[in-house]
C-alpha cells in the first residue's frame, strides 16, 4: 500500500508559479505510477500529469501542457508538480494519485489518493 501526502499549495496572483509535492509512504513507490488531478468547485476531478514509475514517461492535460511540469525522485519517494504562468482557470483542489505501473489519465485507474492541497489564482 502507498499513502499520500500533498503540499505546496496557497494563493498566488496570475502569472506566478507554484510547486506542489507529494510524499509517500511504503517501500514499493517505484513500483508506481503517479498522477496529478484537481477539482474545482461544481466541477468533476480532472486529469492534470502524470508520470511513469520509472520518471521516463510524462502526460499532461492539454490544459497545462508548457506551463506544468511533472517529476518524481524514487528515492525520496516524493513525486512533484512544478506550475508556472498560473491562471485563475487553475484555481482547484488538486490531489496526487498513485497506481501500480502504468500511468493513465484516468482517475478511476488510481487506487491510492492523497487528501487534496487547495491552490487558488487571484486575477
Known amino acids: 500500500q502507498v499513502q499520500l501526502v500533498e503540499s505546496g499549495g496557497g494563493l498566488v496572483q496570475a502569472g506566478g508559479s507554484l510547486r506542489l509535492s507529494c510524499a509517500a509512504s511504503?517501500?514499493?513507490?517505484?513500483?508506481?505510477?503517479m498522477g496529478w488531478f484537481r477539482q474545482a468547485p461544481g466541477k468533476e476531478r480532472e486529469f492534470v500529469a502524470a508520470?511513469?514509475?520509472?520518471?521516463?514517461?510524462?502526460y499532461y492535460s492539454d490544459s497545462v501542457k508548457g506551463r506544468f511540469t511533472i517529476s518524481r525522485d524514487n528515492a525520496k519517494l516524493t513525486v512533484y508538480l512544478q506550475m508556472n504562468s498560473l491562471r485563475p482557470e487553475d484555481t482547484a483542489v488538486y490531489y496526487c494519485?498513485?497506481?501500480?505501473?502504468?500511468?493513465?489519465?484516468?482517475?478511476?485507474?488510481?487506487?491510492?489518493w492523497g487528501q487534496g492541497t487547495q491552490v487558488t489564482v487571484s486575477s
Open positions: 494519485a498513485g497506481r501500480l505501473y502504468r500511468a493513465t489519465m484516468e482517475n478511476a485507474d488510481y487506487n491510492y
Open positions: 511504503g517501500r514499493t513507490f517505484s513500483n508506481y505510477a
Open positions: 508520470i511513469s514509475w520509472s520518471g521516463g514517461l510524462t
